[in-house]
């Protein structure tokens, strides 16, 4: 969980959304990904539809970006032993995924 922003000459990813929301820059992800079925209030739903249409993005790509800064958030506000211990969840989640074979590719031509 990455707390800080490794280089200060780079935009953190709450930064780069922002930008993209004023049109003023694009962004898009490249790695694995894993299809999870989730339900959305009604007021996110209206909020993220919005963001979809205002910046021409994928449902896919804005539900990641606003999962992104809300885990780098809350990772900011807690402390050093539960985050430590996040990470040794989280690694062995990843281990797992990559065991089992279900990491997809990178491709999201289907969002």
């Given at each position: 969980?990455?707390?800080?922003?490794?280089?200060?000459?780079?935009?953190?990813?709450?930064?780069?959304?922002v930008?993209?929301?004023?049109?003023?820059?694009?962004?898009?992800?490249?790695?694995g990904?894993?299809?999870?079925?989730?339900?959305?209030?009604?007021?996110?739903?209206?909020?993220?539809?919005?963001?979809?249409?205002?910046?021409?993005?994928?449902?896919?790509?804005?539900?990641?970006?606003?999962?992104?800064?809300?885990?780098?958030?809350?990772?900011?506000?807690?402390?050093?032993?539960?985050?430590?211990t996040?990470?040794?969840?989280?690694?062995?989640?990843?281990?797992?995924?990559?065991?089992?074979?279900?990491?997809?590719?990178?491709?999201?031509?289907?969002?």
């Open positions: 969980m990455k707390l800080h922003n490794p280089n200060p000459n780079e935009p953190t990813n709450l930064q780069m959304l930008a993209e929301v004023k049109k003023s820059a694009s962004s898009s992800y490249h790695g990904y894993i299809q999870v079925p989730f339900r959305v209030e009604f007021a996110s739903y209206t909020r993220l539809e919005a963001l979809v249409k205002h910046t021409g993005s994928s449902r896919n790509k804005i539900m990641n970006d606003l999962l992104r800064i809300g885990i780098e958030t809350l990772a900011s506000s807690l402390d050093d032993e539960t985050i430590k996040l990470f040794e969840i989280e690694t062995s989640i990843t281990a797992d995924l990559y065991a089992s074979g279900k990491m997809k590719s990178g491709d999201q031509s289907d969002d």
